[in-house]
Each structure stands twice: as structure tokens, then as C-alpha cells.
């Protein structure tokens, strides 16, 4: 076991090493660059953009760049080699130890390898502290709505399964259907019209707390309101949680309903559920001891690739309701030519994608013991 | 030859039918019907109703798309001129049966007759740009197999793993301008991993059964195995798959050009009327965002529909 969770995680290695490599081209190749947000001003000459060029190190080649972006050069050593490549001595940090090694060592704080994703050009702020703050009102919309949706996606599909071409398994399938079919921003849109300012005006449609209200959330001044007034500051977030989450729900419990579905149907037709069934099980305990424990299996795995969804998976919804998620943070970020952020938030999304995968496989490998590794 | 072994086969079928007709006094007479693997493939169609639904509605939609934008031109330099304006639009009327917008006050029926043009476009053309590459390099991966598909696979992985909404949308912004082809060819760049792994698959599969090892036995070059042997018989997983990449593509065109990073307003598509609404989201016009979000729903239903009557239908091991 041991060694098949070692040669996973090797073998993931080149793949993030390569994800890297990927996020860095897409941005170096992106016509304008970082200065392409000066290009309508016409206050900024060409020498300011040099200058600024000069001041965030973007006059330097590009492997010298992403060779200090990674954090496997030292930006204290300057020069190249023929123009393109950096030099040998880049490599080494200021205590005389490789620069790619951690920080006590190597002395080295630069790099996305030291956890230092840059700084922000639109605000100036550093790129991971602002993800890490983004991150936040993410988890809470999107971690909620998970739970929901697996739970529900859980009854339906298994219900479905047990009553096979029933009237609530027809229902359920076109309720898979459609929901599958429906653009999230127009849900979303839809429930604004209803529920909102448009129509009922009922629920709150933007934002994630009452700003007549409370000071902005993430703020110091908001968690010294929430300690005062927690109750208050919870039913807020809650009520302006509802649309969202019910946009998020309605569109993801399709696709996990109609897998269970299919996994509890095979699950179903297996011989030990038949020899269950043969020696006198009550119904309850095959299907929910015999049956549905194995029919999980998939569904364990398929739930885990769903995780990085956590993350980036709102980004439409967070954009309808305002959420100041990550999902608006990248909106922002892109109008903006933000390039640090924009990088530090395809990194980070890319690595959780592939570290779900690998616990995806090696807890599936865990709780199925047929598996052979 | 093969018309000459089938009769071999069926005559004394028919003979049987016919003796045993004659014996139970019944005038029968038997016609044979050959069918080739294609009708064979629409009679199973067929019979998913679903599948026949869903053809009928895209039929409908690819024809308004190519037709409806001659009988109702969208005009965007000469915008005529409403005769009273209403900030919020007008609901559906006999004149408007969709509405109207806001703003420039247009119809919202003609929106979404060139926007289908368009957004079907994309859906279609970066589908056949995707599955193009996706086939070539699933086949070389397969086919040649050892390092160059170690290779080929790393980098799949290594695109699989990127949050790929968020890399088309950074894509289209920084490369797209709006413009319909640019985004055609960035959607395409950026949808066909799946379809390669798919292929790769099936060839590593089908290469190893008899009538791939009998070609190669009688030295059959590697390009005619490739596209004589394998790809026909790869041919049906890839078509499903492939119209499920229609559906999606149009979805993720409707979702980066609702975000304004799309295609330009200037060729009106779903997601860019979608988008424009939003502006004047707190007016109340309902039918504004509506019908485009609708035209969305129907076409994606109807591509899955006729996904999975084809899955069905081109399934060798499903008869009907």
C-alpha cells in the first residue's frame, strides 16, 4: 500500500511541475502584458512603462523570470547567460544552500516553491494573502451547497434506483435532464427575478452580508461586529446564502443523482445482493448494508474529483449574487490584467485538482479491496 | 462477394418460411430485406423517442440559425429608430412575442434568431476543431504507444488539470478581442483531452484484436490499419462524445461572453444578450434574459438527446 501511495505522489510530481510551466506560457504569451492596463492612460509615457517594467522585473528574459517566480533562482544574483538563460550561480541561495530549498536553509523567500505567490499589481497587496481571504466567503457558499447537493443527489439516486422506471424515477431522470441543461447564470438570473428586487423582494441577491448594516466582511471591524452580534451576523450571512446555494444545488445534484443511480442499479444486480436477498434479509438491510455500502465506492471517488470544484466552481454564481469569492477575485483579476493573481489562482486551483485526484485513487485503492496495486 | 454469401445464407430461411406458411394454409410470401450497419443504426434510433425529439428540435434551431438572420436582419450600425423609449423594455406582445430590450429597445426575437447563428457556430466548429486534434493525438499515442505516449498523456494530464473555465476565460480575454473565430479556435485548443484519452484507449484496445493482428500478418502498412481498421471502429464512441462537446461548447460560449470576456456584442449570441441584461436586471424585464437562457436549455436537451439515441444506436451490441 505504502508503496503504491509513494509512486502516486512521484508520479505526480512532473504533472505539477508541468502545470507550472503551463500557467507561466498562457501569461507570457497573453499579447500586451502587464503594462496592457496603461495602454488607454494617457498620462503614462513610454519610459514610466519601462520603469515600471524594470520595478516588477519584467524586463528580464522570460526563463529568468519564471525561474524566480518558481523560487528556484536567487533575485539577488543578477546577469544571464547569452542573453536567455540564468546564470549558474542564480541557483544558489545567500546561504550558500540551493536556492529551491526551504526558507531556513537556503535563505530563499522568493518563489511560488517558498509559498510567495507575489504581489498583486492592481492593489498591491500580496497574491496569496489575497486568495487566502477570497478563499473564505468560497468555502462557506460552496462547502454548504455541497453537503446539500450530495445528500439530496444520495436520496434521489438511490430512491431511482430502488423504484427503476418508476414515476419518480422518470421524474428524476428529467429532472437530471434539464438540470443538467441549465446555464447557472440563468438560474441564477431567473431567481433574482423572482425572489429579489424585481419581483417578491424577499431575499437579498448581492453581496454577502447587509452593508447598511455591518462593516464589510473580512474586515477587522467585521469580526469585532460578529463577536458582538453573532446571531445577527450569522442569520445575514445565512439569508443572503439562500439564492445562491439553491443556483449551486439545483444545477450539481443532476449529474451526481443520475451517477449514483447508475452505481446503485449495478451495485443492485450483483450476485451477492441476490444471495442476500435469497437467504432472507429484510429489504432494509440489503439494501442499505449489501447493496448501497458498495455502490458508494464509485461514489467516493467520484466526490472526491469533485473537491477542487470547491474552489473554482462558483465563479458564475459568485459573479450573479456578488459573492466576494474567488470566483470574483479571477473575474476582477482579469479585467484587471492582474498577472500575479491570475497565476497564483490557476496554480493553486491546478495543484487541489491534481492532489484530489491522487487522494481520489489512493482512498479508493483503501476501501476497495478487490483493487490490486 | 458478400451479396452472393448472404443469399448462400438466408435461402434456406426463406425456404423454411415459406414451407411452413404453405403448411399452415397461409398465402405468405417472404421478402428479405438487407440492411446495412447505417439502417440498421436509424431503426434502433429510431425507436428512442427522446433521441427523434431531440433531432427534431435541433433540426428546427440549425434551420432558423441558417435561415431566420435572411428573414430578419440584425443591422447593429443602423439601430431603428423606437418610437417612444421605456428604460425597462416592453414585455412580449403579439408584435414582440419575445419582448423587448432595454436600452436600444430591440427586438428581443431577433436577438436570439442571430444569436443562434452564431452560438451554434461555435458550438459546432470548435467541437470539430477539438475532436480533430483530440483524434490525432489519441491515435499517435495509441498507435505508436511507449514514450510518445507517455508523453502525449503527461501533457493531458497536465491540461486536465488546469481549472479550465478559468484558462478559457483568461484565454478569450487576452486573445479573443471578441472575435467569433478567435474564440472558436480557443475553444477548440482547450476541449480536446478527453476525446484524446477516449481514442487512445479504444486503439489500445482494438489493436490488439484478430483482424488488426491478420491485417498486420499480410503486411498491411500502419496507415492503412490506422484509418481502414481502427478509426471505423473507434468511430462510434468518438461521435457520442463529440456531441456532447457540442452542448458544452455552447454553454461555456454563453458563460464567457455572459462575463463580457465573449464574443462581441456587435454579433449578438445567447450569452452576450444574456449578458447585457444584466445591466437593467433591476428593471424587472424577465423576458430580456429569458429567452436566450431558454434557446440554451433546448439546444443543450436536444444534443443530449440525440447523444444518447446514438449511443444506443451505434452500440454493435445492442440490437433491435
Redesign the interface.
Known sequence: MSKYVIRRVVQAI??LF??TI??YL??L????GPTARFANNPRVTSEDRDAFKKAWGLDQPPLIQYCRWMGLCNPDKGGNVLGVLPPADAFIGNTGWPQFLPTPISGGTNGVLHGDFGVSIETGEDVGARIGRAALPTFILVGLAFIIWVFIALVIGVNAALRRYSIFDQAATVFA??G???????LG??L??TFG???LNILPVSGMTNTRASPPFGSDAYWTYFGDHTINALLDIGRHLILPVFTLVVVNIAGDSRFIRASMLEALGQDYVRTAKAKGLPGRVVTFKHALRNALLPVVTNIGLEI?FL??GA??TE?IFSWPGIGSL??GA??AFDYPT?MG??LI??FL??LA?LLADIVYAFVDPRIKY | MSQHLQSALTEPLVEEVERRAEEAGVDYEVTLESLNQWQLAWRKFKKHRLAIIGLGILGVLITVAIVGPFIMPFEFNSIPKPDKIVPAGRPPSLVHPFGETGGLQRDVLLLVVNGARTSLFVGFSSMAIGVIIGTIVGSVAGFVGGFVDNILMRVVDVMLSLPLLFVILVASRFFGNGNVFLIVVIFGLLSWMGISRLVRSLFLSIREQEFVEAAKAVGVTDRRIIFRHILPNAFSPIVVSASLLIASNIVTEAFVSFLGFGINPIYPTWGNVLSNSLTFLLQGNWWWPFFPGLMIILTVLAVNFVGDGLRDALDPRSRA
Do not use: C, E, H
Not at chain 1, 504569451?29 to 500586451?32: E, V
Not at chain 1, 443538467?180 to 440563468?186: G, K, N, V
Open positions: 512532473p504533472v508541468g502545470i503551463v500557467v498562457i501569461l504569451l497573453a499579447p500586451g435532464y434539464v443538467y441543461a441549465m446555464p447557472t447564470f440563468w438570473i431567473m433574482i427575478f428586487g424585481p419581483g477542487p474552489f473554482t465563479i458564475v459573479t479571477t473575474i482579469t479585467r491570475l489562482v490557476l486551483t491546478s485538482v491534481v485526484n
